[in-house]
């Protein structure tokens, strides 16, 4: 419910924008009591203007400025024109340096009512219009002078317009920041005037008797900042650097669309891991084999393959020709034995290790390896695949067949697991903070604790996060620290296949 200082400036707002004649309108209206439709015509917020996609796509020289700011900050940005507007917010929170925690909106005029594209937040509010993701940057400004207006943060209000500058006749491959002025305003200080007031006391000396509203102490407000953090410096080299990681990462469409839900949700531990991830899947990059399946040059050798598959090709080596199970289905206790003892199993585990039933990294051996498609049960008998045959002397072809089977899992829950341990894994987490990260961001997808997986800081298991810490070696030592640059490059050959 607006309060009444506020009705009243909404009632001068909308009488000021009406010509003459609405105005009596509105007065005959209020006389006879039909004036609902005369104020939702005025309140009424008109579509943005946008046009079909141009034929051929150019490129845009653009200048974002932040509106209101004195001395001026401004960014001058290289743009494809095909840049939808999505991409677009991404873009200008990396080249400002904006942290993208808060609601945006892209508006078509200067004035808060013009017409306004739905930003995806707006889309899941059920909000009615034009969703940002369906339109292009040249949708909206074709010649140079157009201008398209970007509000960040809806509580302090920060106003920026984007003005053509010049359309260029190719359009770059990737946005570029080949100039600008200043340093983006702090997060949360107050909007343009609070930010004017921090600007002037961090030029002054940071003075501890003149520290500017609302912090405490002068130590407050250094917290508050960013390291080094001084209004007039700006680093061209620094804006396109943040650019570099506004790219779309090259995985999976699955892993793609978990990703962009984590990435609205401003979630500290997901903006991590996407930045982490795509440092390292552009370090990591891979060709295609030819059949489509998986990387033709992984760089992982012959030796890492075979030292990651070692427990699955002992497996093979102990079921040799075919092995005849017990009446439960169970692997027989010589075999339980010998599994144990040439894994490593047996150095760390508690108790006899005679059972498949009361010895489980032997039956998660078990289980990994039947859902790779490495060995069958038919009839009461485990036995190798045809695959596992074929490739049982050459570690890398088998490593190469594992990547096709991940990740792994029928249910929901598993699918989502599996891609999210692939992405932390291929970020290169510490094994150690594996599952904690894990959970979290299943936490961030939507996931509770109580459901298919334990959540909230206890154990996530599920099939490919089971594979995963077989090929990084806690069968032979029980538990896993640190990263090995060979499982990491595993789960990305994973998330890259397209």
């Not at 390291?227 to 892993?255: M, Y």
Request: charged share 25%; proline share 7%; glycine share 10%.
């Amino acid at each position: 419910m607006p309060s009444p200082d506020d009705a009243r400036r909404l009632a001068e707002q909308v009488l000021g924008e009406m010509t003459p004649e609405q105005q009596r309108s509105l007065i005959d209206a209020l006389v006879t009591g039909h004036s609902t439709r005369i104020v939702d015509e005025a309140l009424a917020t008109p579509a943005p203007a946008m046009t079909a996609p141009p034929a051929r796509t150019r490129g845009v020289r653009v200048r974002l400025d932040l509106v209101g700011a004195k001395p001026p900050v401004w960014r001058r940005l290289e743009l494809p024109g095909d840049l939808r507007l999505d991409v677009l917010h991404r873009v200008l929170q990396a080249a400002m340096g904006w942290t993208d925690t808060h609601l945006h909106r892209f508006r078509t005029g200067s004035d808060h009512r013009a017409g306004h594209f739905l930003s995806s937040y707006d889309v899941e509010e059920g909000e009615q219009g034009v969703p940002e993701s369906d339109v292009r940057l040249d949708q909206v400004v074709a010649a140079a002078g157009d201008r398209l207006w970007y509000e960040y943060d809806f509580g302090d209000g920060w106003e920026h317009v984007l003005t053509v500058e010049q359309l260029m006749d190719d359009a770059p491959a990737e946005p570029r920041c080949i100039g600008g002025r200043m340093a983006c305003p702090p997060e949360d200080c107050g909007g343009i005037w609070g930010y004017a007031e921090l600007a002037e006391w961090v030029r002054g000396g940071c003075d501890p008797a003149a520290v500017p509203q609302p912090f405490d102490d002068a130590e407050h407000a250094r917290t508050w900042l960013r390291p080094h953090w001084h209004p007039d410096r700006f680093d061209v080299a620094e804006a396109n650097e943040a650019l570099a990681h506004t790219r779309p990462l090259p995985v999976a469409g699955p892993l793609a669309d978990l990703l962009e839900q984590l990435g609205r949700s401003g979630d500290p531990v997901a903006a991590g891991l996407i930045a982490r991830l795509a440092a390292a899947t552009a370090a990591g990059a891979v060709t295609e084999a030819p059949d489509g399946t998986g990387a033709a040059d992984p760089a992982v050798s012959e030796h890492d393959a075979a030292r990651m598959i070692g427990p699955f090709l002992i497996l093979l080596d102990v079921v040799g020709d075919g092995i005849q199970l017990t009446k439960a289905g169970k692997l027989p206790p010589a075999t339980v034995t010998a599994l144990a003892e040439e894994t490593g199993i047996a150095g760390w585990w508690i108790g006899k290790v005679n059972r498949e039933d009361q010895t489980w990294p032997v039956a998660l051996l078990r289980e990994a390896a039947r859902s790779l498609g490495l060995v069958t049960v038919r009839s009461g008998r485990l036995s190798a695949t045809a695959i596992a045959r074929k490739h049982r002397e050459n570690p890398l072809e088998l490593w190469r067949h594992l990547l096709t089977r991940l990740p792994k899992g029928t249910s929901d829950f598993d699918r989502e697991a599996g891609w999210l341990s692939l992405a932390v894994v291929a970020a290169g987490t510490p094994a150690q903070d594996w599952r904690e990260e894990i959970a979290a961001l299943l936490t961030g997808v939507g996931w509770r604790a109580g459901g298919d997986g334990y959540l909230g800081g206890l154990p996530v298991y599920n099939p490919t996060l089971d594979v995963l810490e077989v090929l990084a070696g806690r069968l032979r030592h029980g538990g896993l620290t640190g990263s090995d640059p060979a499982v990491a490059a595993t789960a990305r050959a994973v998330i890259l296949r397209r």
